[in-house]
């Protein structure tokens, strides 16, 4: 069973940091396409960054250069390093993993960019 649970979340103000956690199981990091994607209030969802492999990275224009992706196979665990957060920044954060053919979800992890 597909399971993907976020950690990580926090309030920070304007300029801090934070480091997302996604814990994979059922799987192997290896054989998904991994992502990070955001919902703000009122707003669609949106890709924030993903880590197909074979060391490539994708990113958002607006987090680029401020967020690294990254995962570790051996723990099977999927980062997004968050500097400079921005007002702008503020969003719930979702885990996803593209297997095959489906999407599998996180629970979401809220950050709240406030000073």
């Known amino acids: 069973q597909v399971q993907l649970v976020e950690s990580g979340g926090g309030l920070v103000q304007p300029g801090g940091s934070l480091r997302l956690s996604c814990s994979a199981s059922?799987?192997?990091?290896?054989?998904?396409?991994m992502s990070w994607y955001r919902q703000a209030p009122g707003k669609e969802r949106e890709l924030v960054a993903a880590?197909?492999?074979?060391?490539?990275?994708k990113y958002a224009g607006s987090v680029k250069g401020r967020f690294t992706i990254s995962k570790d196979n051996t723990k099977n665990t999927m980062y997004l390093q968050m500097n400079n957060l921005q007002y702008n920044d503020t969003a719930v954060y979702y885990c996803?993993?593209?297997?095959?053919?489906?999407?599998?979800w996180g629970q979401g992890t809220e950050v709240t960019v406030s000073s």
């Open positions: 059922g799987f192997t990091l290896s054989a998904a396409v």
């Open positions: 880590i197909p492999g074979g060391g490539f990275t």
């Open positions: 996803n993993a593209l297997l095959s053919v489906r999407h599998y």
